[in-house]
């Protein structure tokens, strides 16, 4: 099968890849402030231009989720205002702003959202020549945080292979060269030694051949039994890359499961100890810098009752994009990327795509509510 792009749909890719490569500007020393300016003005300016390309409907639906959006958030941040890191609010804020809002403007556009994995793809074969340019640094920065971070390295990693797995099935381009970039792709995430990215890549495997039409099974399962055993191989045989960490199940790696079980025991004695939350960031203090899963944070930190209505979202979210996925097979993949990956990995600042879906999916219920009541209307006014 041979790769043909017309040039609109080329200029389509490089755009939404910019949009969306804010995470990718992490990986980048020196000028990386200059690259995170380009790809937040990118981002904004795409969401604009397809905010006003949406239909009325939509245009309603996200009016009212943005007032929602707003009000929640003032109610449930003064809730706990007195106890909380306020830095953490608002770069929370931040990323809810742009890269849940305005990036699910983006999504909205079928023109844009049916690229998306092309330009995910892209973006993680940036991220690949970077890694395996200098796959030593991502190991002495594990520890520091500095730009290097391979927690944020696997994360982009992750998108290539979560795009690649989704073209393979809808048999898009070549078999052989989606399978390459899988199998790269497999390979640095387990030399950067983060396991939450290859747990939830496993998930969209595992849901890719479920949910792939009926025709394209054989590729599915052929696909899903090729990453399994590849994935175990590298774990199993990888160890340290070139001095990168690897993937470690020792006990003397903080990263291991039992310290996970740890942290959410821990947590859910905090959850149990305080209905009102601890306040938002405030776990930093106690502990780890955060509990390593995405509900438990905004249980703990926000309370029973801000907490509980975010996670009923998340949930939500999926309900919605499972009965959209014939449509949207791609955004509820993401979706599974993104919260499998939450369930193990980060704060709730880091799944930002997540937030995207979130909103994405909330429009669109809301989307289809006008539409019926409208139809409604109309129905009544002709008998």
């Known amino acids: 099968m041979k790769i043909r792009f017309a040039k609109r749909q080329f200029m389509d890719i490089f755009l939404v890849a910019c949009a969306f490569s804010y995470p990718l500007t992490s990986l980048f020393s020196g000028f990386a402030s200059n690259l995170k300016f380009f790809s937040a ?12 390309k949406t239909g009325r409907a939509t245009r309603a639906a996200i009016t009212f989720v943005l007032f929602f959006t707003i009000a929640f958030f003032l109610v449930a941040v003064s809730l706990s205002w007195s106890v909380s890191l306020q830095e953490k609010i608002k770069t ?9 809002i305005v990036t699910s403007f983006i999504l ?18 940036i991220a690949i020549i970077t890694f395996f340019s200098s796959p030593t640094a991502y190991q002495e920065a594990r520890v520091s945080f500095d730009n290097n971070n391979p ?24 078999p052989l060269l989606l399978i390459t970039i899988i199998f790269i792709s497999l390979y640095a995430i387990v030399a950067t ?10 998930a969209v495997v595992i849901a890719a051949a479920f949910f792939s039409p009926y025709r394209r099974k054989l590729v599915s399962i052929v696909t899903l039994g090729f990453f399994f055993v590849t994935a175990f191989i590298f774990v199993k045989y990888l160890g340290f890359f070139s001095g990168a960490r690897g993937l470690s199940f020792s006990s003397e790696d903080t990263g291991t499961v039992s310290i996970r079980q740890e942290i959410y025991e821990y947590t859910l004695n905090l959850i149990f100890q305080n209905p009102a939350g601890i306040g938002i960031g405030q776990f930093y203090y106690l502990w780890q810098p955060y509990p390593h899963n995405i509900f438990l944070e905004f249980i703990v930190e926000w309370g029973w009752l801000s907490g509980g209505f975010m996670s009923y979202l998340i949930i939500f979210t999926g309900y919605k994009l499972f009965t959209m996925r014939k449509t949207y097979l791609f955004i509820f993949l993401v979706y599974i990327y993104e919260l499998v990956n939450a369930l193990f990995s980060g704060d709730i600042t880091s799944p930002r795509f997540l937030y995207a879906v979130i909103f994405f999916a909330l429009i669109k219920a809301l989307e289809d509510t006008f539409r019926t009541f409208k139809f409604s209307i109309r129905s009544r006014s002709y008998s």
């Open 92 to 100: 929370f804020l931040g990323v809810i702003t742009i890269f849940g």
């Open 151 to 174: 927690i944020w390295m696997a994360r982009v990693l992750g998108l290539a292979a979560i795009g690649s797995v989704h073209l393979l099935v809808s048999r898009k381009y070549n």
């Open 108 to 125: 909205l556009r079928d023109r844009y959202s049916s690229i998306t994995d092309q330009a995910f793809v892209l973006i993680g074969l």
């Open 41 to 52: 003005i990118s981002l904004i300016a795409l969401g604009i231009y397809s905010f006003f």
């Open 193 to 202: 030694g983060s396991r939450g990215p290859l747990i939830a890549v496993m």
